[in-house]
């Protein structure tokens, strides 16, 4: 088969196929770009046990029958471990994010030369900031943030070069870093949501399609949205968000629990991490 079809991303839900990973060895708060980091700057990073509990995810993904690949790490880049915002595969492309802090900048390069090196195809978005956490693909329609990282410019060009989709502006609330922060979809019927990041006509709209399971403010704070979907309902979670992986458990999700908590007190947690290559059977 031809190398377009290495890439194909449908919703956040089918069979986790193959995905990118950057480890977090240089990670550190060097200039506080979102809430969680302020609240953790002082403290700052344990690269070490980053690492190593990044490395248990790895592992745990491999054991799940996902091809996790890792993108080269570079110590100019201590946000790097998020891989999900340098990208994000929608159908059969795969976009270049556009970074919207000079802390980011770059990131995206390293991206490029990789897949330029993998001979995957790919568009580059070089004008707008957007960026893949506020991106999130459910069938034909593909839901955006407007935030403060992505712009409606970037939305409304991506909407030009998606014109077999429908794309859902859903503004949130600037102090929330990501729409991947307070909104992800689990299922065809269900997603989670802190909906006190969302405004009201963006509820409607995701309540008119989703049974919503809402996540409190302290679980949201722990990125209690941020889950990995990795198909047949199976869901990585963070060990603290109790309630959270109490109610997917009671609707039938097989949650698999891995400590990220190191990781996370830079403002992002298992989608944040992964950049999704291919899913389900295609």
Same mark, same amino acid.
């Given at each position: 088969m031809g190398t377009i079809n290495r890439l194909f991303c449908a919703n956040e839900y089918d069979p986790l196929k193959k995905v990118l990973l950057c480890e977090p060895q240089h990670m550190r708060i060097t200039e506080i770009i979102n809430e969680t980091q302020r609240h953790y700057v002082d403290e700052n990073i344990d690269q070490e046990l980053a690492a190593e509990q990044h490395d248990s995810f790895v592992q745990s993904l491999r054991n799940q029958?996902? =091809?996790a690949v890792l993108l080269p790490h570079n110590e100019d880049y201590p946000e790097q471990v998020f891989t999900r915002d340098i990208g994000f595969t929608i159908g059969h492309r795969? +976009? #270049? %994010?556009? *970074?919207?802090?000079g802390i980011r900048q770059g990131e995206d390069n390293i991206l490029i030369d990789w897949l330029e090196d993998h001979d995957y195809p790919y568009h580059n978005l070089t004008r707008n900031s957007i960026e893949g956490g506020d991106? *999130?693909? @459910?069938g034909e329609t593909v839901f955006v943030a407007v935030s403060g990282r992505t712009s409606e410019n970037a939305i409304h060009n991506l909407k030009s070069l998606l014109p077999e989709y429908k794309v859902e502006l859903l503004p949130i609330d600037r102090a929330y870093l990501h729409l991947d922060c307070v909104f992800n979809v689990l299922s065809p019927e269900e997603a989670l949501v802190f909906s006190p990041a969302l405004e009201r006509q963006?509820? #409607?709209?995701?309540?008119?399609?989703? =049974? /919503?399971?809402? #996540? @409190?403010? %302290?679980?949201?704070?722990? /990125?209690g949205t941020n889950v990995l979907s990795v198909g047949n309902k199976r869901v990585f979670s963070l060990p603290g968000n109790v309630k959270v992986n109490t109610?997917?458990?009671?609707?039938?999700?097989? #949650?698999?629990?891995? @400590?990220?908590?190191?990781?996370?007190?830079?403002?992002? %947690? +298992?989608r944040c991490c992964t950049l999704p290559l291919l899913r389900g059977n295609t």
């Open positions: 029958g996902v =091809d795969l +976009f #270049v %994010s556009h *970074m919207g802090r991106v *999130m693909i @459910d963006g509820l #409607v709209k995701i309540a008119s399609r989703y =049974d /919503l399971i809402e #996540v @409190d403010r %302290s679980e949201q704070f722990k /990125l109610e997917l458990r009671r609707r039938g999700y097989d #949650v698999i629990e891995v @400590d990220l908590s190191e990781i996370i007190k830079s403002g992002g %947690s +298992f």
